[in-house]
């Protein structure tokens, strides 16, 4: 099969790699559409340890099984595979188990490819009306859906009556932004440096989208959400939290720096982390985009797979306006 293999720093090969192979307890599945993420950026780069290369990136993805009595089935993925027998797996919270995996990440290769194989449970069904595009984003907003719902517990208003700030205009920024409107968020405000995209968010997609610098100097939040996870953008969430608020950070840009604990604690203000996302949350994405309530999904720029190579070196360069590339592999 084709595929796209990272081969080192700002290096990718569309070439012919081995089939995976389904074994006992998987599927093979056709995949149809694939997102770049920004951790695939993060690897691009050579900024992520945990993907070293050659590897196979990718974990946004849908398709058609085709192997199985299940053959023909429409699917998006969950690439995130857990154990399901630890005390996390067990109470919900499968994001946190201690042996969790995730396509893109060794052992497991990514969806940047023409077959994935992958375990029954982590498959959703997708309605014959619904495309593959839209269906790939299940995991990408899945990550805002998540954050959103860790907020609603953590908020002391109610989520529907809370100012909120979203730091970064990406596809998790894009996605926290339309959960949080799903779940009857009224007042979002995204922040994006990037003059194309915040055109096109707020044309396109229809949110408020300005540069840091546009906001009142004054202005907080009851809730930021930190989508970018940069010493920088932690700074500027410490400071436009209100007090009493919460941040919720979900961006894996920097380990370190930012954060102004002082103002954290004397303000009291709740800092929460969050690593994708529960079973749960997933499907109630999946679903969330099935019927309608995250809007048309219709914002994605598609590209073929085999240039997929181009597609990064234009992420990297800042020219594409759109949140998120959909890549298919069977597309030439």
């Given at each position: ?263 954290v604690t ?25 019927d309608g ?40």
């Amino acid at each position: 099969m084709k595929a796209l293999v990272y081969t080192g720093p700002k290096s990718l090969e569309f070439r012919d790699v081995p089939e995976p192979v389904a074994e006992a307890g998987t599927t093979l599945i056709r995949i149809e559409s694939v997102g770049i993420c920004g951790s695939d950026m993060h690897a691009y780069l050579g900024h992520d340890e945990r993907r070293p290369a050659p590897l196979i990136l990718g974990h946004e993805a849908a398709g058609t099984v085709v192997s199985g009595a299940d053959a023909g089935r429409r699917v998006t993925i969950n690439p995130l595979v857990t154990c399901m027998e630890c005390s996390a797996c067990r109470s919900g919270r499968e994001n946190l188990c201690a042996r969790r995996q995730i396509i893109s990440m060794p052992p497991r290769e990514g969806a940047f490819a023409q077959f994935v194989a992958m375990p029954e449970r982590n498959l959703v069904t997708v309605p014959d009306g619904i495309s593959f595009d839209k269906a790939a984003l299940a995991e990408p907003i899945a990550c805002g859906w998540h954050a959103a719902k860790m907020a609603e517990r953590a908020l002391v208003p109610a989520l529907d009556d809370v100012a909120t700030l979203v730091i970064g205009g990406g596809a998790i920024g894009v996605g926290a932004a339309l959960s949080l409107k799903a779940l009857g968020v009224r007042d979002i405000t995204i922040v994006e440096p990037n003059a194309l995209r915040r055109r096109f968010l707020t044309e396109k997609i229809g949110l408020n989208a300005c540069d840091r610098d546009r906001l009142a100097s004054e202005r907080t939040f009851g809730l930021v959400i930190d989508a970018v996870g940069m010493s920088g953008s932690r700074a500027d969430a410490s400071e436009r939290a209100a007090p009493g608020g919460v941040i919720v950070h979900i961006g894996l840009g920097e380990a370190a720096g930012g954060l102004n604990i002082r103002r954290v604690t004397l303000q009291e203000i709740t800092f929460i982390g969050t690593y994708t996302y529960t079973m749960a949350d997933f499907h109630e994405t999946a679903e969330a985009i099935f019927d309608g309530r995250l809007g048309p999904l219709d914002w994605a720029e598609i590209r073929p797979l085999g240039e997929g190579a181009k597609a990064f070196s234009d992420l990297l360069s800042g020219a594409v306006n759109s949140p998120k590339i959909i890549l298919r592999p069977h597309q030439d």
